[in-house]
């Protein structure tokens, strides 16, 4: 198994910033994407950002300038920096992994961590 542990979550007043991190452990696994999908009440969930690696990164239109999604390589951490916060970002943030270990795939989920934004 890969397992996933998230941190950085909280509650912000509209304007302020966060950042989100989510480290991968494991034995003997390689990642193909990092991202962060967010979950709101009553909604579905949804792609917030996701890096594919050594092929490109994808925002979602709601979030593009105001986040950055990046990479420590060396920890197999990605992190969600999310500047001039909205109310309507508030969510649980779920860090995704997907890759293979030991020639098998996985698809692995942190446990969500929870992002407010007051107005």
């Known amino acids: 198994q890969v397992q996933l542990v998230e941190s950085g979550g909280g509650l912000v007043q509209a304007g302020g910033s966060l950042r989100l991190s989510c480290a991968a452990s494991g034995t003997r696994f390689s990642i193909n994407a990092m991202g962060w999908y967010r979950q709101a009440p009553g909604k579905q969930r949804e792609l917030v950002a996701r890096?594919?690696?050594?092929?490109?990164?994808n925002y979602a239109d709601s979030v593009k300038g105001r986040f950055t999604i990046s990479r420590d390589n060396a920890k197999n951490t990605v992190y969600l920096q999310m500047n001039s916060l909205k109310p309507e970002d508030t969510a649980v943030y779920y860090c995704?992994?997907?890759?293979?270990?030991?020639?098998?795939?996985?698809?692995?989920w942190g446990q969500g961590t929870q992002v407010t934004v007051s107005s």
């Open positions: 890096i594919i690696v050594g092929y490109n990164i």
């Open positions: 995704n992994v997907v890759g293979s270990r030991e020639l098998l795939p996985y698809n692995s």
